[in-house]
Nanobody, 126 residues
Framework: QVHLVESGGGLVQAGGSLRLSCAASGRTFSNYAMGWFRQAPGKERDFVAAISWGGGSKYYADSVKGRFTISRDNAKNTVYLQMNSLKPEDTAVYYC???????????????????WGQGTQVTVSS
């Protein structure tokens, strides 16, 4: 079992920045690839970014490419999502997730992930 806890969400003006953190506990963190997803009211949970076990491979949704950066610190059992140039359409609940598999095909699918955090709200005002 892997327990994930997100933090760092909040209210920010358009153009601003936030850094989300996801702290993991339980099984060995470095055994899991990690992903960030988001869900706006009335919409499906969408892929945002993913990072491989050691951090050498990363994938991003086209909508956040160039603005968001995913990273991880295996010594701290934490994955981060640095979000810059935020837009109102980035408003959503953001979830981190852990998976034992990783490829370009699987990383973008919510069903590939075994463990999920409770989510943190990000609200971007215009």
């Amino acid at each position: 079992q892997v327990h994930l806890v997100e933090s760092g969400g909040g209210l920010v003006q358009a153009g601003g920045s936030l850094r989300l953190s996801c702290a993991a506990s339980g099984r060995t963190f470095s055994n899991y690839a990690m992903g960030w997803f988001r869900q706006a009211p009335g919409k499906e949970r969408d892929f945002v970014a993913a990072i491989s076990w050691g951090g050498g491979s990363k994938y991003y949704a086209d909508s956040v490419k160039g603005r968001f950066t995913i990273s991880r610190d295996n010594a701290k059992n934490t994955v981060y999502l640095q979000m810059n140039s935020l837009k109102p359409e980035d408003t959503a609940v953001y979830y981190c997730a852990a998976t034992g598999t990783y490829s370009r095909e699987t990383a973008v699918k919510a069903g590939s992930y075994d463990y999920w955090g409770q989510g943190t709200q990000v609200t971007v005002s215009s």
